[in-house]
Every structure is written in C-alpha cells, then in structure tokens.
C-alpha cells in the first residue's frame, strides 16, 4: 500500500514524504516532520517562516506585504487611504495626521462583515434562488400537463367527430343496404314467376315430341293442341334505379371552424413576481439532506385504483403524479392526491411494456420486450432510444446524470449483465465480478441508482439484492432477514432508494418491503396490509408508492419522520 495515497493512513510530511508530519508553516501552507523544519527555513530566507504545531495551523496572521516597500509587512491600516501600511510608510510624512488602526482589527471587522454576507448567501439569497428555480421546474411541469390536456381534448374532439361520422356512414350504408334488399326481393319474385313459365313451356314441348315420333294414328287424333298463344305475351320487364351519393363538399378552413380553433399562446414577465425569502436556513441546508428516522409504524396516506388486473409498475413524474404499467399494453398517467386518471399511453407495439422509468427531463422511458427495444416517451410520441441485438431489455432506469442503466440478458438466458448508456451510446458494461464470476442471474427485473452512486439490482433467480459502485465492483449481496413476515424466501423485484441512501426493496412473497442501510444491514420491514407488491418508487418527501399485483392498486406509504 502507498502511504502517499491510502485514504487509510496518517498525513506525511511534504518534504521528505514518509515521516509522520509533526510542524506546519503558516508562511509556506506546508506540512513537515520535525526533522525538515530546519531544511525548509533554510531554504528561502527571504521570508519569515512561522513554524506551529500542525494542530495549530493557519493560527498565524499572513500579514500583507506593502506595496510601496518591498518585503515590509503591513501590521497598520490607514483608514483615510484605505490601505495597509508598513512601518518604514508610518516613519514617513505620508500618512501623517491619518487615523491608523492595527490591521487586526480592521481584519475582524472585515471577516465579520463577510460572515454576515456569507450568512445572508446561505441563509437567504441561495435558498431563494432554489425557490425560484423550483418555482420554474414546478411551472415547466404544470406546462408539460396542460399541454398535454390540450392535446388530448383536441384529440377526444377528433374522436368524438369520427364516432358521429362513422355513426352517419353506418346510417347511410344501412339505407343502401335496405334499398338493395327490397329491389333485389322485388327480381327474385320477377325471377320466380319466368322460371315457372319456362317449366310449364318444358313440359308442352315433351307433349310434343311425344306426339309426334309416336306411330298410332289414334294418339296422333287425340292429341289436343295446345293453345301457345298464351305464351307470346312476354312478361315485363323490370329495370331497378340506384339512389345516388351526393357528396357534401368539405371546405378546409369553413372545416377548421366547425371543429375548433386555438388561441394565441404567450408569456408575461413580472420583474417583481419574486420576493427574497426571510426565514435563515443553515449554511449546510442546500448541500445534504437533512437526517430523517425511520417511523416505528409506516402508515399507508393514499391509495389509487388503476385498473389494471395485473399491475406491475409505478414510477413518480413529480410530488403529484405518477405513471403506473401492468399487463397491458397502456400505461396510465395518476394524479396522486385526487386518484384521478390524466393520460393514456398505448406501448408502440401494442403489447405490454415490461419496466417503466421518468427521466431527469420528465419524460417516460419503458422497455419493448417484443422488438427489443428501449423506447421513449416525448410530448406524447414514442420514439426508439436504444436496439439491441442478441440480447433482450428487461429493466431500466434513470441515473442522476441523466444515463440509462438497462437490465438485458442473452438469448439463451445464460448470461445477464447491465449496460449504461448515454443516449444510444453504450458507455459501461457491469457483468462479473473480481473472480470473472457472474454478478446477476437471468431473473434479475429492477434497478435503481443510490444517492452515492451505487447501482442496485433485484435478482429474483438469485434471491439476492447485488450492489455494485458506480465503477461496477461487487460491494455486497443482500439475502434477506430472518425472520421474514411469512417465513418465506425472500423474493426481491421492486427496487428504490431514498434521501438518506436507503435500500427498499419489495418481497413478493413475504408481501412486505424490506429497508436496508447503503452498506447492506437489514434496518426495518414494510407490511401496511400490502398483497404481493412488486413496483416502486419514492418522491421527493421520502413517500414510497408500492403497486399491489392483484389488487390493481398503488399504495402511497409514509415511512420517515
């Protein structure tokens, strides 16, 4: 191991590098051992070096050198000149009859003046700034949403156009099909009566063939002619008239009008629509979460029927809305705290998409199993992000620099590995561990990324949780805690994580979710009731959502204080 460079081991002296430092130079910011300290005096004599313990460092005050006295060090300030001054400067005539202060002083007023500044940046100004920027996320969301509620009025109006239409052509070609019939009822009857007629004329020429090749005098005298004048009046003749289709002429703008119209869209500046905000926050609020404790009992806040029979998966759009997918080829849109259904999305292959994921953007990613494909959702168009060939995606999701992380396993489900891309460009490969052993079996559904970066992966085939860093090393595996609410074996599908890096992973069947730390110890179960949950996700306030199978339900559950 490099003492230069193991995290593990105590700080070495810059000069020499392999004693323990001991000494630290104000003057020179270096660390020394007790052996280089006379090396490093010698070294530039120029300077005054103020040697201190290395647990007393930056105590000493670097004082300014003047500016109009080379090497002289400035322990005045003149406050009439508003600058720092030598003592060589207060001997002479310059900065005669000027209110001198130590520097000292003029330097605590300084840092305290700073401190406010600084207090007012964190406290204020920054936290302001994240409202305003979280006020334009907010508004860009709520933008997304009422466009798309445009979008889909505009297209249930077409819809409701095209039923009324197909109700008039069904009417139209109904009539026809009732004039055909009657006009065609009308010939069969004409054709009936002929072919009678033909019949009977049939039978009179066999009367008459019979008389006339018989040779007995007597038949030929009996035989009574028959009247065939009967049969030159021909019967009438019927010609059917077809309705005609008068086609109604369709004007493009006059069409336009009868369906609708758009307003003109626009945006309003207010220069004062932001006030700076008045409650201080701590200088650390903007960098890390705040600590949050589990709660002793989770408790289920909301619950939103989907529908679906089979429901699978949950992802959240924002605080309110979350997108949910099971087995059926649409993925439905919810706003949470109304229950309420706002979009439907059909998958572009018509079947059911096997794992949904939300961008940083907002937008709806989900895997094509059939064509395999990973294909995303953008102002309600479907567009193909990723093809594989050889392989076939099974789960995806969104990292925090935008990358995809896609689950995909071999055709012959020997080998599963998962694979990060930048767009449609592959940027890493995770599959074996140290040993070239590897890391997922091929029933390996659900992914996350946590807040340090690791990548967690629920393989069900393995009755495991495997988590690797963001350079793809095996940290650890989690296998469950006994004992399980049902004693049965874990089995891990759904997999999120949360402010405080917490792993939840759901276990199907033990009908729980299970809460591990970053580094893998079992903290706390899940239960609230829940029946086979399988999808989740959490939002921004540490809300967990957790999909039900068979209940076709999404549970809202809150689990931290």
């Known amino acids: 191991m490099d003492p230069r460079t193991s995290a593990q081991d105590v700080m070495r002296c810059d000069l020499c590098e392999t004693a323990v430092v001991q000494m630290h130079c104000d003057t020179c910011l270096i660390n020394l051992c007790t052996a280089c300290v006379g090396k490093h005096m010698i070294s530039d004599e120029s300077k005054k070096h103020e040697i201190v313990k290395f647990t007393l460092r930056k105590t000493t005050p670097l004082y300014p050198v003047c500016i109009s006295h080379d090497k002289e060090q400035c322990e005045m300030y003149c406050k009439l000149c508003d600058v720092p001054v030598c003592a060589t400067c207060l001997a002479s005539d310059q900065h005669l009859g000027h209110k001198l202060l130590k520097i000292l002083q003029v330097l605590d007023k300084k840092k305290e003046k700073i401190t406010k500044e600084l207090a007012e940046l964190n406290g204020t100004i ?80 066999h009367s008459f063939n019979i008389a006339i090749d018989s040779n007995e005098i007597s038949d030929i005298f009996k035989f009574a002619s028959v009247q065939i004048r009967r049969y030159n009046n021909l019967p009438e003749k019927i010609v059917p008239c077809l309705p005609k289709f008068t086609q109604g002429r ?183 561990d140290d040993k070239r052993k590897s890391l997922y079996s091929s029933d390996s559904d659900y992914i996350t990324e946590n807040r340090n970066l690791d990548i967690c992966v629920s393989d069900s085939g393995a009755n495991a949780v495997v988590v690797v860093n963001q350079a793809g090393k095996l940290r650890f595996r989690y296998t469950g805690h006994t004992p399980a609410p049902k004693n049965r074996p874990f089995y891990p599908l759904g997999i999120t994580t949360d402010s405080q890096s917490h792993i939840l992973t759901a276990d199907y069947n033990n009908d729980c979710v299970h809460i591990i730390d970053q580094d893998g110890q079992f903290l706390r179960y899940i239960d609230c009731g829940l029946n086979n949950p399988i999808g989740l996700c959490t939002d921004t306030y540490d809300n967990l959502f957790v999909t039900e199978y068979n209940r076709g339900q999404v549970k809202k559950i809150k689990f931290l204080q």
């Open 126 to 205: 920054y936290p302001t700034y994240q409202d305003i920027a979280s006020d334009v996320q907010n508004r860009m969301s709520q933008l997304e949403k009422e466009y798309g509620d445009l979008s889909t009025a505009i297209t249930k109006h077409g819809e409701d156009w095209h039923r009324e239409i197909d109700k008039l052509v069904k009417k139209l070609k109904a009539e026809v099909d009732e004039m055909k019939n009657t006009q065609l009822q009308t010939l069969w009857k004409h054709l009936d009566k002929i072919n009678k007629t033909m019949s009977d004329i049939k039978d009179e020429i």
């Open 250 to 432: 369709i004007q493009g703008e006059e069409l336009a009008k009868l369906f609708g119209t758009l307003s003109q869209s626009s945006l309003t500046s207010q220069k004062h629509g932001y006030s700076m905000k008045t409650t201080q926050k701590s200088p650390e609020a903007g960098s890390s979460p705040p600590v949050k404790q589990l709660i002793d009992e989770p408790e289920t806040v909301t619950t939103i029927k989907t529908g679906y029979g089979d429901l699978t998966n949950v992802a959240c759009l924002s605080d309110e809305e979350i997108w949910t997918s099971g087995y059926d080829s649409t993925m439905k849109l919810y706003r949470i705290n109304q229950a309420s259904l706002l979009k439907s999305i059909t998958t572009k292959s018509g079947k059911i998409p096997y794992n949904i994921a939300v961008t940083n953007s907002g937008d709806l990613v989900y895997i094509e199993y059939s064509d395999r494909t990973v294909k995303i959702v953008k102002n309600e168009k479907i567009e193909e992000v990723i093809r594989l060939q050889n392989w076939i995606p099974d789960g995806v999701c969104s990292t925090s620099s935008g990358d995809l992380l896609v689950i995909m396993y071999s055709d012959d489900k020997k080998q599963t590995k998962v694979v990060r891309y930048s767009g449609s460009t592959e940027k890493q490969t995770i599959q074996f």
